[in-house]
C-alpha cells in the first residue's frame, strides 16, 4: 500500500528528475576548471594534440601550450615511480621513532597504532601501479553533492509518508499494536529500498558522465591505488570495486541521516520542528568536522558525524587509525561501525515506538503536541500572518536593516585613494603567502631602499649626474606615499613575521586584510548603536506577539480553556525566538554587506589564526565559519532575551484568563 501510494506521487517523480537534472549540471559546472589541469575542453584539446605530434614537436612545444598538461603527467608518473620508497620511509620513520619513550610501552596505543601503520602499507607494497585516466575518477571523489540530493529525497519520503492528513484506512491500521508494527517495517523497507535505487541511480549517472566529459578511454582493471589521490587506502582493490565501494559509502552516510528524521516524525510529529532539528544536527556535524581534526582530543567525532558521513569520498581516501578503546581502527572500519550501528538503532527505536506509542490525538507526556488547525489553515502560519502584517513587522526590519547599513558604512575611515590602493593590493597578493607574494614585497622593499640610496648620493655630490635632487626625492616621495598606503613600510612586515611564527609551529595561515573583520566584531568602536538597533527590533516583535489586535474566530476558541491558551502561550514563544532570530541574522548579512564595500572581505576559507583577533581561538576553523557561529549565537542571545520579556508578560495575561 505504502510503497503504490508513494509511485503514484506525480511530485515524488517529478523531484527525482529535478534532483538528478541539478545533480549532473552542478558537476558539470564545477569540473570546468578543473583545479590541477585549468579548463576541461582545453585539456582534452591539448591532450588530442599531443598525442598526434611527434617527439620532435613535442620537444618544440611542451614548454609552451602543453605545460600544464606535461606537469600534472609528470607528476602522476613520480608518484607512480616512488610509491614503493614513500611505504620504505613510513617503515624507515618508524624504526626510527622506535627510541621515543612514548613508543615503547608494550600494548599502548602508540605503539599498536605505529606498527598497524608499517604492516598496513608493507600489505600494498607489491601491488603493479598503471598509468591511464586519473582525472574523472579524481573529479567524482572528491565531488560529494550526490549524497545531499540523495538526502533531500529521504527527507521528502519521510515527510509524504507520515506527515499527511490521515485517512479513514490509516486510523483503522494505526489502531492495533500488529497493524502500527507491520506498517513501520513496511515504511522501513520503502526507505531502504528506495534510498539505495535512487542513489545507486546518481552514482552510477555520474560515472558515466564523467566519462563523457574526460573521456572512456578508462582502466576499470587497475589497481586503486594507481590513481595519485588513493595514495593512502592500504587495502588490495580494484578500480571499479573502488567506486562500488565509495558509493554504497555514500548511501550509507544518508540512510544515517534519513532513518534519525524518521524517528523524530515518530517522536515530534511536527514539520517545523524536524526540519530544524535536522538542520541543527548537520549543523553540529559541520562545527565537529571543522574543530576535532586528526591528531586532537576527540578527533573520532570528526569523523562520526552526519556532515563527515555525507563525504564519502574523504572516509576512503583517508588513513588514520582512531583510538577506539585502545584499540587502533582505521578510518573506513570506524564510518562502517557507526553508520550500521546507527541505523540498526534507530531502526529497532523507530519500531517500538511505532508498536507502544501511538500518535493520536491522545499522546503520551514525552510527546510533543500536533500542530492545531483552524478550519484547514495551520495555527501557526496565521500567528506569522500577525506578526508581520498586523503590526507591520516586516517594515520595521526593512528600516532597521537600512539604519544598520548606514551606520555600517559610516564607521570605517573614508573611502580615499589609499585605501583603495591597499585593497587592490590584498585583492592581488592577499591569500597564500607563497614565492610570488614574497617576491612582490623584496621588489617594492628593494625599490624603496635603493631610490633613496640614490637620493643620498645625489645629496652628498650629485654623483648620478642625470636625474636632478627634486626628481629624485619626488620619487622616493612618491613611493613612499605608495608603500606607507599598502602598509609595506611597517604594518605588513609585523604581519608576515607573525604569520611566519605560525607557520613554524606547524599552522596553515594566509595574508588577509584585517580591518574588514575587526569592524566586523566591533574592534575599533566606533558602531556603538548596533545593540540598541537590535534591542528595540526584538523588544517590538515581542511587543506585536503580546498584543492581539483583531479577535478571530479560532483565537477566541482556543482561549475558551485553560489548555488552549496555554498552547497559544508556548506557540507564540516559540514562533518569537525563531522569528527573531531570523531578523536578527538577516540584519547581520546586511552588517557584512556594507563593510565589503568599504573593505575587502575576502579568503572566507582562510584559518580564523590568520587574523589577530583569531590568535586566541584553540579551534582550527575557517574565518567564515568563526563569524557564522559568532553572528548565530549573538542572534540567538538577542532572540532569548526577547522571549524572556515575552515570557514574563504574557504568562500573567494567560493565567489572568
Known amino acids: 500500500m505504502e510503497c503504490k501510494r508513494i509511485i503514484s506521487e506525480k511530485k515524488i517523480w517529478l523531484l527525482v528528475l529535478v534532483l538528478f537534472v541539478i545533480n549532473l549540471l552542478l558537476f558539470a559546472s564545477l569540473q570546468m576548471e578543473h583545479s590541477k589541469i585549468g579548463n576541461i575542453w582545453s585539456y582534452k584539446s591539448a591532450k588530442y594534440k599531443l598525442e598526434k605530434m611527434t617527439d620532435a614537436e613535442k620537444e618544440k612545444t611542451k614548454k609552451q601550450q602543453f605545460l600544464q598538461i606535461a606537469l600534472y603527467q609528470q607528476k602522476a608518473k613520480d608518484y607512480r615511480k616512488d610509491y614503493t ?89 494505526r489502531s492495533s499494536y500488529a497493524g502500527r508494527e507491520k506498517l513501520c517495517w513496511k515504511q522501513l523497507r520503502l ?15 555520474l560515472l558515466i558522465f564523467s566519462c563523457v566529459l574526460y573521456g572512456f578511454d578508462v582502466n576499470w582493471n587497475r589497481s586503486l591505488q594507481s590513481i595519485p589521490l588513493f595514495a593512502n587506502v592500504t587495502f588490495h582493490c580494484r578500480i571499479w570495486q573502488g567506486l562500488l565501494l565509495q558509493g554504497a559509502i555514500g548511501i550509507l552516510g544518508a540512510l544515517v541521516g534519513i532513518l534519525v528524521m524518521y524517528v523524530l516524525v515518530l517522536v515530534l510529529n511536527h514539520r517545523q520542528i524536524i ?62 561501525m557507526v553508520a550500521i550501528g546507527m541505523i540498526l538503532f534507530s531502526s529497532i527505536v523507530s519500531i517500538l515506538l511505532s508498536k507502544f506509542c501511538y500518535l493520536s490525538q491522545k499522546k503520551s507526556s514525552f510527546v510533543l503536541p500536533i500542530s492545531l488547525e483552524w478550519q484547514g489553515k495551520s495555527i501557526l502560519g496565521l500567528e506569522v500572518k500577525q506578526l508581520l502584517w498586523d503590526r507591520k513587522g516586516i517594515w520595521l526590519l526593512m528600516f532597521s536593516m537600512l539604519v544598520m547599513r548606514f ?19 590584498y585583492r592581488e597578493y592577499g591569500g597564500v603567502m ?23 648620493q645625489n645629496e652628498e655630490g650629485n654623483k648620478a649626474g642625470k636625474i636632478g635632487k627634486e626628481k629624485y626625492q619626488a620619487k622616493v616621495y612618491e613611493l613612499q606615499k605608495k608603500m606607507e598606503a599598502y602598509g609595506i613600510v611597517e604594518p605588513i612586515e609585523k604581519k608576515v613575521k607573525r604569520l611566519e611564527k605560525l607557520q613554524q609551529c606547524g599552522k596553515k595561515v594566509s595574508f588577509v586584510e584585517e580591518r574588514g573583520y575587526e569592524h566586523l566584531k566591533n574592534k575599533t568602536g566606533k558602531r556603538k548603536w548596533e545593540t540598541p538597533i537590535f ?69 572566507w576559507n582562510a584559518p580564523i589564526a590568520s587574523l589577530q583577533l583569531g590568535k586566541n581561538v584553540w579551534i582550527n576553523v575557517s574565518i567564515g565559519c568563526y563569524f557564522l557561529t559568532y553572528y548565530m549565537v549573538r542572534a540567538c542571545l538577542y532572540a532569548l532575551l526577547g522571549l524572556s520579556i515575552y515570557l514574563v508578560q504574557y504568562k500573567k495575561r494567560v493565567q489572568k484568563n
Request: proline share 1%; hydrophobic share 45%.
Open 275 to 336: 526540519y530544524a532539528s535536522m538542520a541543527f544536527l548537520y549543523g553540529v556535524g559541520y562545527f565537529f568536522s571543522k574543530a576535532f581534526v586528526n591528531g586532537k582530543k576527540g578527533e573520532v567525532l570528526g569523523l562520526c558525524n552526519f556532515y563527515t558521513f555525507l563525504k564519502p569520498g574523504q572516509i576512503l581516501t583517508e588513513y588514520h587509525n582512531y583510538n577506539w578503546f585502545g584499540i587502533p581502527l582505521g578510518t573506513l572500519k570506524v564510518f562502517l
Open 434 to 456: 607563497d614565492d610570488r607574494f614574497y617576491a612582490r614585497l623584496d621588489e617594492m622593499q628593494t625599490t624603496y631602499v635603493q631610490l633613496q640610496n640614490q637620493s643620498k
Open 191 to 205: 526507505l531502504f529500498g528506495s534510498t539505495v535505487m535512487f542513489g545507486s541511480l546518481l552514482w552510477i549517472s
Open 535 to 603: 534591542l528595540l527590533l526584538v523588544f517590538a516583535l515581542q511587543l506585536g506577539m503580546i498584543s492581539d489586535l483583531k479577535n478571530k474566530s479560532w483565537r477566541q476558541s482556543l482561549r475558551a480553556t485553560y489548555k488552549g491558551r496555554n498552547y497559544v502561550f508556548w506557540k507564540k514563544g516559540i514562533l518569537l525566538f525563531m522569528v527573531s532570530f531570523v531578523f536578527c541574522l538577516l540584519l547581520y548579512a546586511v552588517d557584512v554587506y556594507s563593510i565589503n564595500q568599504v573593505y575587502p572581505l575576502q579568503q
Open 407 to 425: 551606520l555600517s558604512v559610516q564607521a570605517p575611515v573614508s573611502y580615499n585613494g589609499e585605501q583603495r590602493a591597499l585593497n587592490a593590493f
Open 85 to 173: 620508497k614513500k611505504i620504505e620511509r613510513i617503515r624507515a620513520d618508524a624504526d626510527s621513532m622506535q627510541g621515543i619513550s612514548i613508543f615503547q610501552k608494550r600494548h599502548s596505543f602508540a605503539q599498536k597504532n605505529m606498527e598497524k601503520t608499517v604492516r598496513d602499507f608493507q600489505n600494498v607494497k607489491t601491488i603493479a601501479l598503471e598509468e591511464g585516466e586519473d582525472l574523472g575518477i579524481e573529479g567524482v571523489t572528491q565531488y560529494w553533492y550526490w549524497t545531499v540530493a540523495v538526502l533531500i529525497f529521504g527527507f521528502v519520503l519521510v515527510s509524504k509518508l507520515n506527515l499527511r492528513e490521515q485517512t479513514s484506512l490509516s486510523y483503522v491500521i
